[in-house]
């Protein structure tokens, strides 16, 4: 299972690795417990954005698409009720045998 770490891990990692240089990126991962990956990914997203983008819950990247993701659950939710009152429907109009 994946671990999440909240953003002020992830600036405590990369300000750890600017802070110690005498410590080779793999001895910070391992005293962290992280990926040497997962560092370099950090360092080069805080690089090049100046922050770090931290996705909660969910892991959704913006509201947007948060509001589509619950948009289509209700959508769906909404046709299984369609397709079970359509099927109660045509039960309850079948003539006895």
């Known amino acids: 299972m994946r671990k999440h770490h909240d953003k002020q891990f992830k600036l405590d990692a990369i300000k750890c690795r600017e802070n110690h240089p005498e410590l080779s990126v793999a001895a910070v991962c391992i ?12 360092t080069a997203e805080y690089k ?11 892991n959704f990247s913006n509201d947007l698409e948060k509001e589509n993701a619950r948009l289509r659950k209700e959508l769906q939710a909404k046709d299984d009720a369609l397709r079970i009152l359509k099927k109660a429907i045509s039960i309850l109009n079948e003539e006895p045998k």
């Open 31 to 42: 005293n962290l417990n992280i990926s040497q990956p997962t560092l370099y990914k950090w």
């Open 48 to 58: 090049n954005d100046g922050d770090i983008n931290h996705r909660g819950s969910g």
